[in-house]
T-cell receptor, first 115, second 114 residues
Framework: AQKVTQAQTEISVVEKEDVTLDCVYE???????LFWYKQPPSGELVFLIR??????QNEISGRYSWNFQKSTSSFNFTITASQVVDSAVYFC????????????FGAGTRLFVKA | DGGITQSPKYLFRKEGQNVTLSCEQN?????MYWYRQDPGQGLRLIYY???????QKGDIAEGYSVSREKKESFPLTVTSAQKNPTAFYLC?????????????FGPGTRLTVL
């Protein structure tokens, strides 16, 4: 069975602090994709990043960075110098199956960034 | 602008009534999905459709029904058989169910049963 665990339910930081959101996944598939989505208060999920199971390179996009480690089945997300606009719920997701049609979402981590 | 629209944004229903949530996309995507989101929980898949005139049950399909008569549209009906329908409903699409591409989401419909 596949599973995505986001152990941090809520995180509160002060603006300009760095924050890491944890994601641990379980699957027996050798081919899979991992995603991060952001859900701002408006409700619509916004895609942030996709990473396939064969590419363990870390990625940086502006203040965002992602650390994928197959050895620990983790795909953690770090926001550097957080801003109030980063306040949202962040979901980690796992896609498996032929073509990845089945996507399993974690429970989400709610991030509060205070000014 | 391409995207997904859901209507209405807020919906109130009396117990025992069926209600239909609208989802329309103009992204020319083959695959469409309906998710339910409850507080503190992740998204749970209700139904998905890989192509027009085809749809499959997800993990929590009981009490729901869908149709996919047009590529652009994937309405969800919440029937009176759904025991606890109050939730936030999200529609999503993907270019193809045979790809690992990301999903695009609509703004959601918040359904409250009175």
């Amino acid at each position: 069975a596949q599973k995505v665990t986001q152990a941090q339910t809520e995180i509160s930081v002060v603006e300009k602090e760095d924050v890491t959101l944890d994601c641990v996944y379980e699957t027996r598939d050798t081919t899979y994709y991992l995603f991060w989505y952001k859900q701002p208060p408006s409700g619509e999920l916004v895609f942030l990043i996709r990473r396939n199971s064969f590419d363990e390179q870390n990625e940086i996009s502006g203040r965002y960075s992602w650390n994928f480690q197959k050895s620990t089945s983790s795909f953690n997300f770090t926001i550097t110098a957080s801003q109030v606009v980063d306040s949202a719920v962040y979901f980690c997701a796992l896609s498996v199956g032929t073509g990845g049609f089945k996507t399993i979402f974690g429970a989400g981590t709610r991030l509060f960034v205070k000014a | 602008d391409g995207g997904i629209t859901q209507s209405p944004k807020y919906l109130f229903r009396k117990e025992g009534q069926n209600v239909t949530l609208s989802c329309e996309q103009n992204l020319n995507h083959d695959a469409m999905y309906w998710y339910r989101q409850d507080p503190g929980q992740g998204l749970r898949l209700i139904y998905y459709s890989q192509i027009v005139n085809d749809f499959q049950k997800g993990d929590i399909a009981e009490g729901y029904s869908v149709s996919r008569e047009k590529k652009e549209s994937f309405p969800l009906t919440v029937t009176s058989a759904q025991k606890n329908p109050t939730a936030f409903y999200l529609c999503a699409s993907r270019i193809s169910s045979f790809s690992y591409n990301e999903q695009f989401f609509g703004p959601g419909t918040r359904l409250t049963v009175l």
